[in-house]
């Protein structure tokens, strides 16, 4: 499991009631945050007081916060949600039935409001026993941990195939590119297999062979 110096221990039991009593959150999605989430726990705080790394410049906290599932499935609105109400950036262990996931999300500072952060995209490891799931502490700064940390449980999502070094940023967006044509070409393909009339097939197949060299420019 990840172990962190004992000077990063937090160790506090948060009420669930905190992240969608206060918040205008739907009937809907506060049933599903009650009935997948059985017990929160903040159990650790990185950030260069706690530990011998540098302050970050886009990271100035990383909270590991364990969630305790009812089931080995979570709605990641559940995520977003407690993303929006803590202003720092955080590292999700799921545990369900003594196995554990990974989580983490790419956040941003809003542009449009101060204090605000966005998670656009998560990242997440398979189910495996407590010593299977290995996170490494890398890094001199906070910022460099938390990229560490996304990299590694984003695994290949987040790399090249060309072997460029890119900015996490950038590696991001490129994946994000590559889930969407993805997302296309799965659809675009059913589609030429249900389609009847040989004229619309060429079409299709024209488009499809497009968004196919499109994702071999970006993968």
């Known amino acids: 499991m990840l172990e962190l110096p004992a000077t990063t221990a937090f ?29 929160i726990y903040w ?18 906290e990383l909270e590991v916060f364990e969630l305790r ?19 720092y950036h ?7 039935d003594g196995r554990y996931q990974a989580w983490i999300g790419y956040k941003e500072p809003s542009l449009a409001k ?5 998670v656009n995209t998560y990242y997440n490891t398979d189910w495996v026993e407590p010593d299977k799931l290995f996170l490494r502490l890398d890094g ?8 560490g940390f996304v990299r590694q449980i984003a695994g290949e999502r987040l790399s090249s195939s060309k072997g460029a070094t890119t900015s996490l940023k950038d590696a991001v967006e490129r994946d994000t590119q590559r889930q969407l044509l993805l ?18 097939r060429v079409e ?8 196919k060299a499109e994702f071999e420019v970006i993968k």
Do not use: C, M
């Open 69 to 87: 599932l009812t089931r080995p499935e979570l709605d990641t609105r559940v995520l977003q949600l407690i993303d929006k109400e803590i202003p």
């Open 204 to 211: 299709l197949n024209d488009e499809l062979k497009r968004l």
């Open 90 to 96: 955080i590292l999700f262990l799921l545990e369900h």
């Open 43 to 60: 159990r650790n705080k990185i950030a260069a007081s706690t530990l011998n790394v540098g302050a970050g410049e886009r990271v100035t």
């Open 183 to 200: 997302k296309q070409i799965s659809a675009l393909e059913k589609k030429v297999n249900n389609e009847k009339q040989f004229n619309r």
């Open 11 to 39: 160790n506090k039991r948060i009420p669930k009631q905190k992240f969608y009593d206060n918040l205008s959150v739907t009937p809907e999605l506060r049933r599903v945050f009650i009935e997948q989430i059985s017990v």
């Open 140 to 147: 001199l700064t906070v910022d460099a941990v938390y990229d």
């Open 114 to 118: 101060q204090g605000v952060f966005k």
